[in-house]
């Protein structure tokens, strides 16, 4: 029976990775394909990449922009933490829809099915399931088809030890189970790595056990007799932030919107931000992407038909696409990428010398993929462009499973066998 696992290190950045501090992804790694030229999606935030993942498409298609996003309500901007829980039940009563494309798991869900182990936040979690085809198990809630209560919930805590207690059960319920679709998604290493220096001892520990935990279901996977495409990895890499500016507060400053005023909505997104312009005051966006391109906090302003660079699309209010500036200089500890952040939305800390990421900064866009299976050869490198959409038709493909419009492609395939080049 063709099946596919997944793991994912949330955050672990692909430089990262050594015999000193992951020596069970370095093994893996000459046992698998590596991707070695493989990007996030932006924002290169976990609840963007978990609906790209789950759709094989960017944002533009299957609806889900950012980490924070603003959506309309009785005519008026509100912004929204897609990490709350009740993120998809309020999209779905205000837009009519979770997500604008269907998720592997709705398309295997009469095809071996799916199930989700996940400890990032709850809204990337539910991302991969919104609508309730499979089985989603997170310690804010877990449920199965029909969005219904399981009866043995995860009961663990954000972090390292909440994530060895997950793969546990991973171990035993999914590798040892029969759903087609099977994905371990970890939140370490990019939980301590929000709050920690990247390269300090706390950190590079946290990465050692991350890879231990990784290292035991590899292992789990590989004493069975499957026709199994195992695929590690990560959704994005972090840099260290080197300043954070109030992207809101600046606009103000430049008069071209009103303090607290809904017309002109900044979502920020770590290293990234979204905004969001009301119809009625469309005629102020070249004023305001001219007045961010003039600043040294900015790395690339996207805005109209240039959106579509960064699989985004001027839907829904969204109107322009920021990522911060970033360097290659090191931080304290000789890790290098040093990036200014968007101050987050109330409520959120963002801590100057620790790792952040939602932009298009070059380690932040510097994700690990591996995949053993059928298809891919032991050892291998392969240097074409690969992108987190390019999951979902490659997993479908190994299932057998039809799929169809999808904006990426079957990594099974080299690039040159699909005619396209990608950016």
């Not at 829809?97 to 990337?124: I, W």
């Not at 770590?270 to 966006?285: C, K, M, N, Q």
């Not at 109107?319 to 890790?335: C, E, K, P, Q, R």
Request: proline fraction near 6%.
């Amino acid at each position: 029976m063709a099946r596919a696992i997944v793991i994912i290190l949330d955050g672990l950045r692909r430089d990262l990775v050594s015999s000193e501090t992951t020596p069970n992804l370095v093994r893996f790694a000459e046992e698998a394909t590596r991707f070695t030229a493989h990007r996030s999606v932006f924002p290169s935030a976990t609840r963007v990449v978990s609906a790209a993942f789950a759709t094989g498409c960017h944002p533009a298609r299957n609806g889900l922009c950012g980490n924070t996003v603003a959506l309309m309500a009785d005519g008026r901007l509100g912004l929204h933490d897609v990490g709350k829980p009740e993120f998809f039940p309020t999209k779905r009563r205000l837009t009519g829809v979770t997500l604008e494309r269907p998720t592997m798991a709705e398309r295997l869900a009469d095809r071996g099915g799916a199930v989700v182990f996940n400890n990032v936040s709850p809204g990337a979690a539910y991302a991969h399931d919104p609508d309730g085809f499979g089985t989603v198990y997170h310690r804010a809630g877990s449920r199965g088809p029909g969005l219904r209560a399981v009866a043995k919930p995860l009961d663990i805590a954000l972090g390292i030890d909440g994530d060895r207690a997950m793969a546990d059960r991973f171990v035993a319920e999914a590798v040892a189970g029969e759903a087609a679709l099977a994905v371990l998604w970890l939140s370490e290493p990019d939980t301590t790595q929000h709050a920690v220096p990247l390269g300090s001892p706390d950190h590079l520990a946290t990465l050692k056990a991350a890879d231990a935990i990784a290292g035991r279901v590899i292992a789990a996977v590989s004493e069975r007799d499957e026709d199994t495409l195992l695929v590690v990895g990560s959704d994005h890499g972090h840099q260290t932030v080197g300043n954070v500016i109030d992207i809101d507060a600046f606009l103000v400053a430049e008069g071209l919107k009103t303090k607290g005023a809904d017309d002109i909505v900044v979502a920020p997104n770590g290293t990234g931000a979204l905004i969001y312009v009301h119809p009625d005051r469309a005629e102020s966006i070249p004023a305001v992407e001219r007045a961010l391109r003039g600043t040294p906090w900015v790395g690339a302003v996207f805005s109209g038909d240039r959106l579509a660079e960064v699989g985004q699309a001027p839907n829904a209010g969204l109107a322009i696409a920021v990522s911060m500036a970033a360097s290659d200089a090191t931080n304290a500890f000789g890790v290098p990428g040093v990036s200014v952040a968007a101050r987050p939305a109330a409520g959120k800390a963002d801590r100057l010398g620790c790792g952040q990421h939602g932009g298009l900064g070059r380690f932040e866009q510097s994700p690990v993929l591996m995949i053993r299976g059928r298809g891919f050869s032991a050892g291998e490198e392969r240097t074409d462009a690969t992108s987190i959409v390019d999951l979902a038709p490659t997993i479908l493909t190994h299932l057998g499973v039809p799929h169809a419009d999808l904006d990426g492609r079957d990594l099974h395939a080299p690039l040159e066998l699909h005619g396209e080049q990608r950016s």
